[in-house]
C-alpha cells in the first residue's frame, strides 16, 4: 500500500467526529491528532487530542488539517490562518460571502506554497457541481434546488434564541407538488415560499406566551417570514426522543429544452441519515484530493470546480478506467 496520507482535525464538534468516522473507512488516510479550544483532558476521541495552539508543532508532519470549524466565525479566521502553515480543506458554506473567504485563503496559500480547498460538502459542494454540470449540458434550461426534508440547524438556532423557548429543531421542507411539476417538465416560477415549507418543534418554558413565541419565529426576518411556518409545541421528552438526529438531503433539477424542443431532465438527489457525517465524508474525499494536488506542485484556493474527480478517489487511474468507466 501506498504511503498514508496524514489528516489533523481542527474542530471536534459533530463535523469533527464525523471526520475521525469517515478516516476509519478509508485505509490510505491517518489522523495524527485532533485540535480543539477546549480543554483537550476534557475531549474523548480515538487519537490525540490537543490544543489548537498546539498545531504549528506540527508543520511538516501533517499533509492535510481538515478544518471542521463553523462559517460564521471560525472558518474567515482559522482558514487563512491554518493554510499558512498546511494544505487544507474546508466545509464554508455561506453561499454570499464565498468569493471574498476564498480570495483571502488564496493569498495566504499562494504565498505559503499550500493548496486550500473551500467550500466543500454538499452545499455547497457536490450540488454546486452538480449545478454546473446541468447549466453546461443544458444552456437552455431552469435550474431548481430544493433541500429537505432535513434539519436546518442555522434555523434550530435561531428558534432557541427566541425568548421563552428552552429547545427547538427546525425542518426544512421540499413542497412536493412544486418538484413533481418541476420533475414535468413545466418550468414554473416559483417564490421562496413556494419551494418549501417550514416546521418547527418547540419546547417552552413553563409559563411562556406559547402565541407570541409561535409569533416571533414566523414573522423572524431571514428566516422564517419568507415561508409558510409551522410551529408545534412538545415537550422536552418527545423533543429528545423524535428529533435529535440530524438527517438531511435535497435535489438538483434542470428542466431544459434540446434540438427539436424535447425536454430533458437533470436530477441528481441525497437523502442522509447524518448531515455532519456525510459532509464529513465529503470532505475526506477532497483532502486526498488537496495532497494528490500538493504533490502535483500546485498551489493556492481552490473550490469543487477545480477538481478532476479522479483524484477524491484512492484508486489509480488504471482502476478508474477499468473498473467505474
Known sequence: MTQQIK??????????????????????????AVFTRREPQGVIATVPVLHISEAKKYIGEIDVMILCGGSATDLPEQGPYFAKGFNTVDSYDTHALIPEYFASVDAVAQEAGHVS????????????????????????????????????????????????????????????????????????????????????????????DQSRIEQEIKQM???????????????????????SAMPHGGTVLRSGTTGDNNTQIIEF???????PEFTASVLVAYARAAYKLAGQGQVGAKTVFDIP??????????????ELL
Not at 411556518?229 to 412538545?234: E, L, Q, R, S
Not at 438527489?269 to 448531515?275: A, E, I, M, Q, W
Not at 477524491?312 to 477499468?322: G, H, T
Request: net charge negative; proline share 4%.
Open 221 to 243: 426576518p431571514n428566516y422564517f417570514a419568507d415561508y409558510d411556518t409551522i410551529v408545534h409545541f412538545i415537550s422536552e421528552e418527545e423533543l429528545k426522543k423524535n428529533h
Open 309 to 322: 474527480f479522479g483524484l477524491l478517489s484512492p484508486k489509480s487511474a488504471e482502476q478508474l478506467r477499468k
Open 117 to 208: 480547498i473551500i467550500s466543500t460538502g454538499w452545499d455547497p459542494g457536490l450540488f454546486s457541481l452538480n449545478r454546473m454540470l446541468a447549466e453546461a449540458i443544458l444552456p437552455e434550461g431552469k435550474e431548481y434546488t430544493f433541500w429537505g426534508r432535513g434539519v436546518s440547524q442555522g434555523h434550530s438556532d435561531a428558534i432557541r434564541r427566541v425568548e421563552g423557548v428552552t429547545h427547538g429543531v427546525q425542518y426544512t421542507i421540499p413542497v412536493e407538488e412544486v418538484v413533481a411539476k418541476v420533475r414535468e417538465g413545466l418550468n414554473p416560477q416559483l417564490s421562496i415560499r413556494d419551494k418549501h415549507l417550514r416546521e418547527c418543534f418547540v419546547v417552552a418554558q413553563a409559563g411562556a
Open 7 to 32: 489528516v489533523g482535525i481542527v474542530g471536534y464538534g459533530n463535523l469533527g467526529r464525523g471526520v475521525e468516522k469517515a478516516i476509519q473507512q478509508n485505509p490510505d488516510m491517518n489522523v495524527i
Open 269 to 275: 438527489g441525497l437523502k442522509l441519515d447524518s448531515n
